[in-house]
Nanobody, 124 residues
């Protein structure tokens, strides 16, 4: 069965770093665009980053651009989100999702498989 599992979340101080992992089973992750989304309490879920399958293009929401980096490791069937210079406003549940070949501007309707999420808390 198709499954995505996130890991790597935790508590970190402002300015610190975390690396989130999105591991796929039941399908070859390399064939799909993979997006990272986040949702903080009381706020709408937003797209954070996405990496396409066909051309490997990466995309980031403006608030994380220059701080976060998305990448994929084909051998491990895993996509990563490296998060540097973390801010309290980055606190949220981070979820990965698999879509088509392209990221389609973080349109959630284009992502059919979702993980359960991992908590990221940025606080001193």
């Amino acid at each position: 069965q198709v499954q995505l599992v996130e890991s790597g979340g935790g508590l970190v101080q402002p300015g610190g770093s975390l690396r989130l992992s999105c591991a796929a089973s039941g399908f070859t992750l390399d064939y799909y665009a993979i997006g990272w989304f986040r949702q903080a309490p009381g706020k709408e879920r937003e797209g954070v980053s996405c990496i396409s399958s066909s051309d490997g293009s990466t995309h980031y929401t403006d608030s994380v651009k220059g701080r976060f980096t998305i990448s994929r490791n084909n051998a491990k069937n895993t996509v990563y989100l490296q998060m540097n210079s973390l801010k309290p406003e980055d606190t949220a549940v981070y979820t990965c999702a698999a879509g088509g070949r392209y990221c389609s501007g973080f349109n959630e309707a284009g992502f059919g498989a979702w993980g359960q999420g991992t908590q990221v808390t940025v606080s001193s």
